[in-house]
């Protein structure tokens, strides 16, 4: 008997220590009787996202028809504001290709969808780019492989401070042909392609 008058003892201090009234029903509890520090009269909380999850859009240039010819046009995709001029966050959604809504809409793109960018550095005190593709690039020919070309000086020289482009393939320096198909000697730029300038 002893016992169980301890346990109910027990249960009553429990109960009235969490602050439970005795109809079992929440209460609200006065400011006053808050602990210090609780309530901040400056609360820091913001919305606003670290410098490394911000984000921004880049152009990236895919390719639509018009009539005989083919035309660049210039589509936005996010990513993130710290990575924003590193040439590989330009090439990488210029290599997956235009979404299924974009496709809908008459882009297309003449790079082929295996092709791999194996490195792209940062230029060190040159206006000029040099990006290494895999060899499936070649998978394109003729004014579909100058099309290639042109979609990926185009998007990459949005880059501040970046005005010309040289090409690898697997590693090996090449000549990027122009949007007449003439092999270019060093670096091309958006003058070798202005017959796919955007309307």
């Known amino acids: 008997m002893i016992r169980g008058g301890r346990l109910l003892v027990l249960a009553v201090l429990l109960a009235t220590g969490c602050g439970v009234s005795a ?9 006053a009787n808050l602990p210090p520090g609780l309530l901040d009269a400056n609360p820091t909380s913001s919305t606003t996202l670290p410098e490394s999850l911000s984000t921004t859009t880049v152009e990236v240039y895919f390719l639509q028809r018009q009539g005989d010819t083919s035309v660049l046009v210039s589509v936005s995709r996010e990513v993130r504001k710290s990575e924003a001029t590193l040439p590989g966050t330009r090439i990488a959604p210029l290599l997956a290709a235009p ?8 882009l297309t793109t003449a790079i082929p969808p295996a092709t791999k960018l194996l490195r792209a550095p940062a230029p060190a005190g040159s206006d000029d780019l040099l990006i290494d593709l895999s060899s499936e690039l070649f998978d394109a020919q003729g004014q579909d492989l100058a099309n290639a070309f042109g979609q990926i000086v185009w998007t990459v ?10 090409f690898l393939r697997d590693g090996v ?4 042909v122009d949007d007449q198909g003439v092999e270019q000697q060093g670096a091309v730029s958006k003058a070798n392609y202005q017959s796919l300038a955007p309307g």
């Open 99 to 106: 979404t299924l809504g974009e496709q809908q809409q008459g």
């Open 23 to 31: 109809d079992g029903q929440p209460q609200a509890i006065e400011p």
């Open 157 to 166: 020289t949005e880059i501040p401070g970046i005005t010309g482009v040289r």
């Open 173 to 176: 320096a090449i000549n990027a």
